[in-house]
């Protein structure tokens, strides 16, 4: 019964660009961005004062900014790839 339910792996060229070097390309901004997140929950416990909300809502611009220069360097770096295609 699990068996029919288990989804079956892909592995194609896609998938082994996604989880090797796009993945590589991506793991220190997902580590900062997750360190970021859990810390202040951690010490706030999602009742940020106003300093820290102010932070909080600039975050995702800087992030946004940080995330376009990563997938400016992969595209330069890998200009075939459907991923970084698929991500414009």
Known sequence: MDSNKKVPEVYNEVMKEYYGDYRAAYHPYRLKMDILNASFKREYYDKQP??????????????????????????????NSYIAFWNF
Do not use: F, M, T
């Open 50 to 79: 106003d300093s820290i909300k102010v932070k909080l809502e600039n975050q995702p611009k800087e992030g946004y900014a940080e995330h376009d220069r990563i997938l400016l360097n992969y595209v330069s770096s890998h200009p």
